[in-house]
């Protein structure tokens, strides 16, 4: 890894009403598989550097917990004292020595208000000799899902009762198992559960009333459509609305939709603020609570955008709102609870962006791809995907970052109640 680049993942944490309340800090390199480690220390140490020296923090984070693997060695160095401690839950993982000394600086570090959580926690016996001393010092216990068979997990969940600690389920994968551990009593969950969920038909995506406010705002003041471009831009679930009412109107099946831009434009001003109005009484009297999906929907659209830049030279501005429509429509279907093909069926896109969206092909396809596997932390996938599209990891990483950040800046209004 050439000098100056900067490494690190990041994987949400959610409550129980699916909200983000903390990320998974992880480290990342470019040895092998993508994210080799072979040194807990090292690894620790280059995510604390980066969130602190290298990357903004808040860009990173927002106002959200930072979540870090530390070890016995990392607190014994007594290393982590340049930390916000208010912003950090230091994971202890799995591999970690628990010994009498380890135990005091812990209880130290309490005094001093850092917050602590056991990772990947398995519930064999020796594991519950071993770490049942940490028990009563930790505010979070992360259960492994996929180690734990569902009846053991809800057969010593008891154990945790007499302690005051939240306990998280990690690497669930869908709607079912999400709900199946939040009734066990499980109030946090990590994994990729909230982009699969059950496929239920139903209703669209609410938009947000402060969204409405402000594209109407900005059409009073005579904006331009960049200008119109751009707040679409941070409301995924109005883009969603407004392609579904182009293609409705008289003029949606004309044309192949290749960008927000061209639907503006095609709608006009006073189209547009008609349909807003409308808009703002048909939801005026509900609010709806910020998706995690609309989060993830943006980070995807800047990412693919800023990856197809980077490593096609040349390209027409035309291909680049190809490519963040691709990444903002790649969540619709847990979204709107509806298959993806009677979604599309509706939204008179490019054949280009519904090849993308349903088979995976073409460039935004392939990008698209990148990005998802990335996601599930799919790294022999990801190492594929870039030496065939002969993208360095180094400009993957740079994108992925840069995507996170201004997903992070642009996208914190989804989640404020209106």
Not at 59 to 75: T, W, Y
Not at 98 to 118: R, T
Not at 180 to 200: E, R, V
Not at 208 to 227: C, F, G, P, T, V
Request: proline share 2%; hydrophobic share 45%.
């Amino acid at each position: 890894m050439e000098a100056g680049n900067i490494l690190m993942g990041r994987q949400p944490i959610l409550d129980s009403d699916q909200n983000i309340v903390a990320f998974e800090l992880l480290f990342r390199n470019d040895e092998n598989n993508f994210a080799k480690i072979t040194d807990n220390l090292t690894a620790t140490a280059t995510v604390i550097v980066n969130s602190l020296n290298n990357i903004s923090f808040s860009r990173l984070i927002g106002d959200k917990l930072a979540f870090i693997n530390v070890n016995e060695e990392i607190i014994k160095r007594d290393l982590l004292k340049t930390l916000k401690k208010e912003r950090y839950v230091l994971e202890i993982l799995e591999t970690t020595k628990i010994d009498s000394v380890l135990l005091e600086l812990i209880d130290a570090m309490k005094e001093e208000g850092f917050v602590f959580a056991l990772d990947d926690f398995v519930f064999k016996e020796d594991n519950i000799k071993r770490f049942e001393p940490l028990f009563s010092k930790v505010s979070y216990v992360k259960v492994d899902v996929r180690e734990n068979p569902k009846e053991t997990i809800a057969s010593k969940m008891k154990i945790f009762k007499t302690y005051r600690v939240d306990c998280l389920a990690e690497k669930v994968e869908d709607m079912d198992e999400f709900f199946f551990y939040k009734d066990l009593g499980f109030t946090l969950f990590q994994g990729y559960f909230f982009a699969k969920p059950t496929i239920i038909k139903g209703k669209g995506v609410d938009p947000r009333k402060l969204a409405i406010m402000e594209i109407i705002n900005l059409i009073y003041k005579d904006s331009d459509i960049e200008d119109l471009e751009s707040s679409f831009k941070k409301w995924p679930e109005m883009t969603f609305n407004l392609l579904q009412f182009i293609n409705s109107a008289a003029i949606g099946n004309r044309y192949k939709i290749e960008s927000i831009k061209q639907a503006l434009a095609l709608l006009g001003h006073r189209q547009l603020l008609n349909w807003l109005i409308l808009m703002e009484y048909a939801f005026m009297k509900g609010k709806s609570a910020g998706n995690p999906l609309l989060f993830a929907a943006i980070e995807r659209a800047k990412t693919m955008e800023i990856l197809l830049k980077n490593f096609k030279r040349g390209v027409s501005k035309a291909v680049l709102d190809e490519a963040y429509l691709t990444g903002l429509l790649s969540l619709i279907e847990p979204l709107f609870k509806m298959p993806i093909q009677e979604i599309l069926s509706e939204l008179n896109l490019s054949q280009n962006i519904n090849d993308a969206l349903l088979d995976r092909k073409n460039d935004l396809g392939r990008l698209l791809l990148l990005v998802e596997k990335s996601e599930e932390n799919n790294f022999p996938e990801v190492a594929s995907i870039l030496k065939e599209m002969n993208i360095s990891l180094d400009k993957y990483n740079t994108a992925s970052l840069d995507g996170v950040c201004w997903a992070q800046e642009n996208g914190s209004l989804c989640y404020q109640q209106s």
